[in-house]
């Protein structure tokens, strides 16, 4: 059984910085791209960040450039999300999700699993 269980979220204020972790159990986690999504209330999930199997490459929304960084560890099948410089406008449920054989994408259709969410909130 595949499970992606995210951990990390939380509240915090603007300006700082939160580390969001996903670990996944069941999958050869290295034939999979993962990827990160948020979804604000009454909106469908947006793209945030993914990598390819190896962690190469690495792609990143516009919205987060230059402020999140994602980085994965096959040995630990974990993939984590650090977010810095937080803005209010960054609140939402954050998803972990797994692409086999993906490079990637920006699309949350092409992704096979799915975690449970995190809530993040960032207060002005």
């Known amino acids: 059984q595949v499970q992606l269980v995210e951990s990390g979220g939380g509240l915090v204020q603007a300006g700082g910085s939160l580390r969001l972790s996903c670990a996944a159990s069941?999958?050869?986690?290295?034939?999979?791209?993962m990827g990160w999504f948020r979804q604000f209330p009454g909106k469908e999930r947006e793209f945030v960040s993914a990598t390819r199997w190896d962690g190469a490459p690495k792609y990143y929304a516009d919205s987060v450039k230059g402020r999140f960084s994602l980085s994965r560890d096959n040995a630990k099948a974990t993939v984590d999300l650090q977010m810095n410089s937080l803005k209010p406008e960054d609140t939402a449920v954050y998803y972990c999700?797994?692409?086999?054989w993906g490079w990637g994408s920006t699309e949350a259709a092409k992704y096979n699993y799915w975690g449970q969410g995190t809530q993040v909130t960032v207060s002005s």
């Open positions: 069941g999958l050869a986690f290295n034939t999979y791209a």
């Open positions: 999700a797994a692409e086999q």
